[in-house]
């Protein structure tokens, strides 16, 4: 039995598809403009690579305690990464996090630029990286609409050996009311696509949702008829300074997917997108139908 297992091992590496000691807890990667890391007990790794400025340590990357941590901030962008982990340890208090930082900060306190050259390099740390962390899930809630989907090369052979490896790369939509195309790298065909739902208030107040309402898709959310999932957007998020703030987009709705999806695992990349398609019911507005998937948020029974 043991050479048997040991052949079939080799046989898995030899492909590029390694095994993952089910004694390893499983970790989400965000990759975002970084973190408050001080806020959040289970980051186990950081890793940051920056376009334009540079990482912590002066230089462009960088690896290790401190490499996406940020200081809290009153810019309301640069909270963004702090309230998609906030959302993740929400959904699945157990998963272990590695933030990626990937955006740069200026030096009065707003984000630099970046393009999805830098999710792609991100991308890359992650292959390299899966099996030490055990990462299963990878939390992407940036991006753009690029014609034709288009994207760095390299950027959908990282996503298919991620793939392959059971590993889900989660995609925000983006929030420019589309009705036919998504972000990048949202729109890539491996990609596990999010849009959001907005129900019942169609106002900013900080009211989360009734799970008994019909779910609506938001009016902002791009979306088509490739787009995977719908989930609600409104959430109270973590900011940098520690408080909580109401905040609604398909970036929420993203990071409560990847939260959902890292508690509900299955053995396989497919077996898990399986059971989230059945576990589905359906969302709709007057442009989009698609599928919708519960998470229960804090309080709820």
């Known amino acids: 039995m043991k050479k048997v297992i040991g052949l079939v091992i080799g046989v898995l590496v030899l492909l590029g598809i390694q095994p993952v000691s089910a004694d390893v807890p499983q970790a989400v990667a965000v990759i975002d403009n970084g973190v408050n890391t ?3 007990p289970k ?16 230089k462009q990357t960088m690896e290790g305690t401190g490499a996406a941590n940020i200081a809290p901030s ?5 909270n963004h990464g702090t309230e998609m982990l906030s959302i993740i340890s929400t959904v699945n208090p157990t998963a272990n ?3 990626i930082k990937i955006v740069g900060t200026t030096a009065n306190g707003n984000l630099y630029l970046y393009s999805n050259t830098a999710v792609k390099l991100a991308l890359d740390w992650v292959v390299a990286n899966r099996v030490k962390y ?10 753009k609409i690029f ?8 950027t959908a052979e990282d996503i298919a050996i991620l793939k392959a490896n059971n590993v889900a790369v989660i995609a925000a939509t983006g929030n420019d009311s589309n009705r036919t195309s998504m972000m990048s790298i949202a729109c890539l065909p491996d990609v596990v696509s999010v849009g959001a739902t907005d ?37 109270m998020v973590q900011q940098t300074s520690g408080k909580i703030k109401f905040m609604v987009g398909t970036s929420n709705a993203t990071a409560a997917m990847s939260g959902w999806w890292s508690l509900n695992r ?3 990349w497919q077996a898990t997108y399986n059971f989230m398609v059945a576990s589905a019911t359906v969302a709709s507005n007057d442009w989009l139908t698609g599928k919708y998937i519960y998470v229960k948020q804090p309080g709820e029974h």
């Open 38 to 40: 001080s806020l959040f």
């Open 134 to 143: 055990n990462i299963t899930v990878v939390n992407v809630s940036v991006g």
């Open 43 to 58: 980051i186990i790794a950081e890793y940051c690579v920056i376009e334009y400025t540079t990482c912590p340590n002066g």
């Open 74 to 78: 009153t810019v309301a962008t640069v």
């Open 266 to 268: 299955q053995a396989t």
């Open 199 to 235: 129900n019942p208030w169609p106002g900013s107040q900080g009211y989360t949702y009734d799970p008994h309402a019909k779910p609506y898709i938001a009016r902002y959310s791009n979306g088509n008829t490739a787009t995977s999932f719908y989930l609600n957007a409104r959430w």
């Open 147 to 154: 014609a034709g989907c288009a994207v760095p090369a390299g």
């Open 97 to 99: 996090l590695i933030p």
